[in-house]
């Protein structure tokens, strides 16, 4: 029998995805650090327990399936949604936010100043603390910042129904 344990090796990691965004964008929405999953495959929230993919298309009452990447890249810039995350690196234990270490964040300025950015949704709680700390005193307070729930499939205290109900207020209906 064997009894080894499985060791997950932490180590410093480089954010490989370029934002998603043009100048006719004007919410931003940014996680953390992409997941495993989205290293992996090059993309934002690949994962397919994650219900980003899922509940945007039904905020804006879109009826197809998003299947490729590019699809969901034109989806997301026909709403002039700009997605990208916080961190450019850290050192992290597989996908756990709680375990970001020696964070390094992304410089937002020129997305910023080649966008119409009016809003940045951050996508769960550790977004938001990361927006904050690195940052808030970059940008100040011109632009709206809310915090949503995290669409992770690790936040199971919010029902795929409740997450929709309330990205859907921030994205369609908050001024």
């Not at 009894?3 to 954010?15: A, C, D, G, P, S």
């Not at 994962?47 to 197809?64: E, G, V």
């Not at 961190?87 to 937002?108: Q, R, Y």
Request: hydrophobic share 35%; glycine share 2%.
């Amino acid at each position: 029998m064997n009894t080894e344990k499985r060791v997950q090796i932490t180590k410093n990691q480089i954010h490989p995805l370029s934002p998603i965004y043009n100048e006719y964008s004007k919410t931003l929405i940014l996680g953390s650090f992409p997941s495993v999953k989205s290293r992996a495959s090059m993309f934002y929230y690949a994962h397919p327990q994650n219900r980003f993919w899922r509940i945007l298309p039904r905020i804006f009452n879109y009826h197809k399936t998003l299947e490729t990447n590019e699809e969901k890249t034109q989806f997301l810039l026909e709403r002039r949604i700009a997605l990208w995350d916080v961190l450019h690196s850290c050192t992290i234990e597989g996908s756990s936010d709680s375990s970001i270490k020696d964070a390094v964040p992304n410089d937002l300025t020129f997305l910023l100043e080649n966008s119409d950015i009016r809003r940045i949704l951050c996508n769960g709680t550790t977004a938001y603390k990361l927006y904050n700390r690195f940052q808030k005193t970059l940008i100040g307070d011109a632009i709206e910042v809310l915090q949503l729930p995290s669409t992770s499939p690790a936040n199971a205290r919010f029902s795929e129904e409740m997450l929709e109900k309330i990205w859907k207020e921030a994205l369609i209906h908050h001024k």
